[in-house]
Every structure is written in C-alpha cells, then in structure tokens.
C-alpha cells in the first residue's frame, strides 16, 4: 500500500514527538514541525507512571530513561509542619507491572531521547522555527501553513495532529471549546539541591495544609545529588517580582523544614493551573493530543503521562486505518476513549488531589487524612489506591468504551 502524504504533526514537545515515533513505528512518513528553534527546556513534567514506562518501551524510550532516571518506589502523603500521614509502597504493583515505580526524570530530559530515537530512524522530516499558523482541510488531506525565520511555508499532509500545548493554534483554529476551568491562585515552583530526604521525605510527597498546601518532589538534574522541586500555591494579585523575591520562596522553604543558614536556590517560576478538556479530539482530518486535548494541576503527575497515552493511543488507530484496517470510526474512538480516560481519570483524581490538600476545614480534613491512614495500612485497599493513581485502572476501564 502506498500513503502518499505524510501525517503533518504540530509540536515537537513530548506528545509531538511521541505521536512521531509511535508512526514512523509502522512506516508511516512524518512532518514535524515545530514553532521553537529547539526543544523546549522549561521546568515541568518530571514523573513518570508504570503505563507509561511501558508504553515507551518497545520504541526503546524507557530503557534510556532509566540511564538518568531515579526510580521512587515510595511516595508519602504529610501534613505540615511536614508530619508523615501516610506512606504508599507501589512495589504492591508488582504483579501487574514491569514497572512498580515512578520514574522521576524532567521532560527536557525526555525529549532529546524521544528527538535522538526518531533522527535515528529516519523518514521524518523535522522543521524547528516553523510555527503552524493555520491550515485548510480537503477530502484526501490537510495543507498546513507555518511562519518563522525562514519564511512562510506550505506542507501537504494526509492528516494533521495538534500537539502545540496548551495554546494550542490548530484547537483554536478548529474553534473546539476547551471546557472547564481556571484555578485562581498562581503556583510557585522552586529548585534546590538540599537533601529534604535526611528528614524522611520520599521523593515524591504532598503535603496537607488549608493555608498552603504542596507537593514535593526529586528530579535527577544533571546527576547526584539532583534537585528537589517543592510547587505551593501563592496569591495571584501579587507581582512575580514579589512572589520569587528570595525572602518569599526562603521563607516557603523554611517553613517546610526550618533550617540553619539559607536554602540554595536554582530555578524559580511561576505557572497557573488550568482543568480543562476539549470538547472533541477529533474535527475531520485533524486530530488533537497532550496539552493541545487536556489540561490538569500537577497534583499526581497526570499531565505528560496522558498526553503519551493520548498519542500511542491516537498513532495505533491512525495506522490501522492508513493501511486499511479499519474506517474513520477509528479516530472518533481514539476520541472517545482518550476523552474519558482524561475526564473519569484525569480530571477527577487531579482535582479530588488537589481539594484534599488544601481543605480548608480541620475536621474534613483530618476525615480526608485518616482515610489515607486507613488505606495505606491495608495492603488490599492500598493496591488498589495505586493501581487508581499509578493510572492503570483507567486505561483499563478507557479501552473498554467503544
Ligand atoms: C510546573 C509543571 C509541572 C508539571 N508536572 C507534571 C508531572 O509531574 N507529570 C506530568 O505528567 N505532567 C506534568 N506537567 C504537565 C506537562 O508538563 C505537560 O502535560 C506536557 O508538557 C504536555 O506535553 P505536550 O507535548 O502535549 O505539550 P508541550 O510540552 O506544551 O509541547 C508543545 C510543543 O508545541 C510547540 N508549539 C506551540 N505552538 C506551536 C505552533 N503554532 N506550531 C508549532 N509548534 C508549536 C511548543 O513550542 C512545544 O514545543 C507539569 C506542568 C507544569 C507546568
């Protein structure tokens, strides 16, 4: 069979990118292109799920991951002034996953492997300071327009994906409704390389607290001793100026673990969080995935985790179809499926996440609290909390909606 245009594929993040490798996989040829004039290197993503480690595996993702990665087999839910509550074991997953850990390593560590991997292969073209500005559909494909430094461009594809992030160009272009919410507070993430691990903290902890909640988490870095990233939420009517003041983010540290002399600081930011999801994944002979499909507060790691489920998912049913394997039908499955995994799964556990945190009420609190205790002491019911938030249970249930 031969496929005359290529699939035209919009961002070289890690959902683009995925969604790449996953069809130059089945020798499906590829056009990426990609606004920036390189991969992307801000600080977000950096935990990574049993489902997802194996996903990537057979594309040989995971196996390089786990050159630099840190493996996290526990992670802990803490109160302030950071009290141990309750403490999850996902070795308990053992049977079910090669994996039975997070994998924590930052996403601009991911993408060199995934950009390496598919320059490696061959059969991409790979476009960076191209900026998808628009594109027009007809029957037998897509032709997709770009700005940059070298000019503006036209390419034929057979079929476009979105996976521009969050502003996504070709969501809006579609005029797809992105439904849901913004949270109104701003969050702080910082960097520093202090062992908060001499204290008991696992490398990945949330911690409780009606004023100001967080999470807490290692990433490699460049190596040992890597950096821990604390993310807490501060008031949006403040300057940024204000809000990274060195007093500020010292302060948010001390009050995490007081210490003698100050906390060495690397990098500081701040991002707002948004819970939202496209009305549809689908709009003809376009396709959206990652960022561009859904968004979700980083309580639980969901973010990247999903938009790799949504690309190999999305990239399975493209290629049955281009070989003739199956109808359109396909792709409005990817849709369905990927929607409810995102809404049933996503959605619902980043926000429950999220409210359990911050409760603003001591008793429902400590309610919201003993039920995590209660949990974690029972192997059965511990189980199957993580096979819930290491995001298996709802792959499951997703790949049954037809
Ligand atoms: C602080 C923070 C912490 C996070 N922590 C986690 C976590 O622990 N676990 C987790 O799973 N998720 C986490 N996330 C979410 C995660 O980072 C995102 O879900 C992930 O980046 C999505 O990848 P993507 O490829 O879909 O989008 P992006 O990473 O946004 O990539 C989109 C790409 O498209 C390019 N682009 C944009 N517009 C155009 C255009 N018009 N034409 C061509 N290219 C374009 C961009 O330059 C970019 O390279 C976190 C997010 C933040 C902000």
Known sequence: MTIPKPVVIAGAG?????????????????????????LTRDLRAGSFHPPTLEMMASYGI????????IRVRHWQIRNRPGDLVAEFDLD??????????????????L?????????????????????????????????VTTSGPSGDRRFEGSWLIGADGGR???????????????????????????????????????????????????????GPPGLWRLAYPVNPDESDEVLLSPE??????????PKHGTYDILYKSTYRVHQRVA????????LLAGDAAHLNNPLGGFGLNSGIHDAVNLCDKLGSYLRGEGGENLLDLYSRQRRFATIEQVQAMSIRNKRMMEERDPAIQRQHLEEMIAVAADPAKARAHLLNTSMILGLRRANEVT
């Not at 995971?62 to 050159?67: G, N, P, S, V």
């Not at 476009?127 to 037998?140: E, R, Y």
């Not at 272009?173 to 992105?178: A, D, K, P, Y």
């Not at 549809?280 to 376009?286: D, E, N, Q």
Request: aromatic share 10%; hydrophobic share 40%.
């Open 168 to 222: 996504s160009i070709v969501r809006k272009e579609l005029g797809i409704e992105f439904e849901g919410f913004t949270w109104p507070e701003l969050f702080v993430v910082v960097s520093t390389p202090y062992d908060f691990g001499q204290h008991g903290f696992a490398y990945n902890c949330y911690i409780a607290d009606p004023v100001e909640f967080g999470a807490l988490f290692k990433v490699p870095d460049a």
């Open 14 to 38: 890690p959902t683009g990118l995925m969604c790449a490798l996953a069809l130059r996989a089945q020798d499906i040829p590829v056009v990426l292109l990609e606004a920036e004039e390189g």
């Open 279 to 286: 009305a549809s994944f689908r709009a003809g002979r376009v």
């Open 111 to 143: 993408t060199p492997i995934q950009l390496d991997l598919l320059q490696r292969q061959g059969g991409t073209e790979i476009h960076f300071g191209h900026a998808v500005n628009g594109f027009t559909q007809h029957a037998d494909g897509v032709t």
């Open 62 to 69: 995971t196996d390089r991951m786990h050159e630099h990665g």
């Open 248 to 257: 500020r983010v010292e302060a948010a540290l001390q009050r995490l673990v």
């Open 92 to 109: 308990l997953l053992r049977d079910v996953t090669p994996y039975p850990y997070r994998l924590h390593l930052e996403q601009h560590r």
